[in-house]
């Protein structure tokens, strides 16, 4: 069994920046790729970011490249969201993930946290 739990969102202006941080316990965090991905209102949970287990592969979707971060601490258990010049179509529920293997290749696992809410003001 795996946790997930996300933290720091909140409401920021367009053109900021937030870190958002999801933090993994129950079972051993450092051999599996790490993603996060988003859902706005009415709208389908959307692909954000991914990371293999070494920290040296990244993936991003084309709307967030160039603008957000995605970094892993394996000692800390736990992947982070730099996200900067933010905009008003970033508001979304954002959630963290794990995949079932060393790279974001492998696939989805069934974990997912709780969310954590990014408003972007205009």
């Known amino acids: 069994q795996v946790q997930l739990v996300e933290s720091g969102g909140g409401l920021v202006q367009a053109g900021g920046s937030l870190r958002v941080s999801c933090a993994a316990s129950?079972?051993?965090?450092?051999?599996?790729?790490m993603g996060w991905y988003r859902q706005a209102p009415g709208k389908e949970r959307e692909f954000v970011a991914a990371?293999?287990?070494?920290?040296?592969?990244?993936y991003y979707a084309d709307s967030v490249k160039g603008r957000f971060t995605i970094s892993r601490d394996n000692a800390k258990n736990t992947v982070y969201l730099q996200m900067n010049s933010l905009k008003p179509e970033d508001t979304a529920l954002y959630y963290c993930?794990?995949?079932?293997?060393?790279?974001?290749?492998?696939?989805?696992?069934?974990?997912w946290g709780q969310g954590t809410q990014v408003t972007v003001s205009s």
């Open positions: 990371i293999n287990w070494s920290g040296h592969g990244t």
């Open positions: 129950g079972r051993t965090f450092s051999r599996n790729a």
């Open positions: 993930a794990t995949y079932l293997g060393e790279r974001y290749s492998s696939g989805l696992s069934d974990y």
